[in-house]
T-cell receptor
Framework: EPEVTQTPSHQVTQMGQEVILRCVPISNHLYFYWYRQILGQKVEFLVS????????KSEIFDDQFSVERPDGSNFTLKIRSTKLEDSAMYFC?????????????FGPGTRLTVL | GQQVMQIPQYQHVQEGEDFTTYCNSSTTLSNIQWYKQRPGGHPVFLIQLVKSGEVKKQKRLTFQFGEAKKNSSLHITATQTTDVGTYFCAFKISGNTPLVFGKGTRLSVIA
């Protein structure tokens, strides 16, 4: 069964450093998302991406964040200058369509630890 | 923005007991989705409800969407240790908007 993959599974970085989290969405999916989950809390939307541009972003997704689809398979989330509060689990998700009733498939996540 | 409240936050049950989590909104929802997240895992889609009063079953899991489409519930009959995890409800305001998750109910099952 097709699945979303993410690398690395765990990233440890120093405050102020840049990190890039990578995702490979399911191959025939057109809509891509990043969510984050601070330990023990709910899943929060960061950004959605379609047709090589951002569709929607949340208040969390400030100028420190950017997304890119550098090739036909990868979807990346970059945090330019990490802060302690960026420590969280980051989930990539994809869906075939964007309608109300479309299921999103989540990847296994990248645990980001900012020291 | 539009939010959903989930209760309870935590639930500890003996294996074999039933479990129910509730998801409540102050406004009408066009749809509700349920996800399960195992400890250390990622959210996995369980089901979607879209019709008023809709009831769907998956083996020991029963999902309901209220008549007013403002609340939903997930009921597990005769829990097993494999049911352990956090159950989230989520919804979309419209087709192109992201999923909004509730805070989840963490289920522990004691063997």
């Amino acid at each position: 069964e097709p699945e979303v993959t993410q690398t690395p599974s765990h990233q440890v970085t120093q405050m102020g450093q840049e990190v890039i989290l990578r995702c490979v969405p399911i191959s025939n999916h057109l809509y891509f998302y990043w969510y984050r989950q601070i330990l023990g809390q709910k899943v929060e939307f960061l950004v959605s991406f379609y047709n090589n541009e951002i569709s929607e972003k949340s208040e969390i997704f400030d100028d420190q964040f950017s997304v890119e689809r550098p090739d036909g398979s990868n979807f990346t989330l970059k945090i330019r200058s990490t802060k302690l509060e960026d420590s969280a689990m980051y989930f990539c998700a994809s869906s075939e369509m964007a309608g109300l009733y479309n299921e999103q498939f989540f990847g296994p996540g990248t645990r980001l630890t900012v020291l | 923005g539009q939010q959903v409240m989930q209760i309870p936050q935590y639930q500890h049950v003996q294996e074999g007991e039933d479990f129910t989590t509730y998801c409540n909104s102050s406004t009408t929802l066009s749809n509700i989705q349920w996800y399960k997240q195992r400890p250390g895992g990622h959210p996995v889609f369980l089901i979607q409800l879209v019709k008023s009063g809709e009831v769907k079953k998956q083996k020991r899991l029963t999902f309901q969407f209220g008549e007013a489409k403002k609340n939903s519930s997930l009921h597990i009959t005769a829990t097993q240790t494999t049911d352990v995890g956090t159950y989230f409800c989520a919804f979309k305001i419209s087709g192109n908007t992201p999923l909004v998750f509730g805070k989840g109910t963490r289920l522990s099952v004691i063997a």
